[in-house]
């Protein structure tokens, strides 16, 4: 079992800049690719940033050039660093991790998540 614990939203006003992080523990292994997400009310739940385990990166178009996502294995810890935020990255933002399970045949994807972390930006 993966545990995700994300931590670092709150409040901030347009321009301004927060720093989320997400501690995974219980069965996590550090190759895992890493994600972050968010969902605003009545909106589907969206891709913002993904970190593989070779810390190759990719990037929602809206958030190129204003986010920035890293990782340290060592404390088993994602990072998602927000610049230049917008009223429009309001949303609850989730961690993710995909494992591939094996066993029963077939193989297949299963997706953990956090429980959130809110973030609000005002105009």
Known sequence: QVHLVESGGGLVQAGGSLRLSC???????NNNAMGWYRQAPGKQRELVASIGSGASTQYADSVKGRFTISR???????D??????KPEDTAVYYCNTRILVRTPFPPRWVDYWG????VTVSS
Do not use: E, H, I, P
């Open 72 to 78: 340290d294995n060592a404390k088993n810890t994602v």
């Open 23 to 29: 501690g995974a523990s219980g069965s996590f292994v």
């Open 115 to 118: 429980r959130g972390t809110q």
């Open 80 to 85: 998602l660093q927000m610049n230049s935020l």
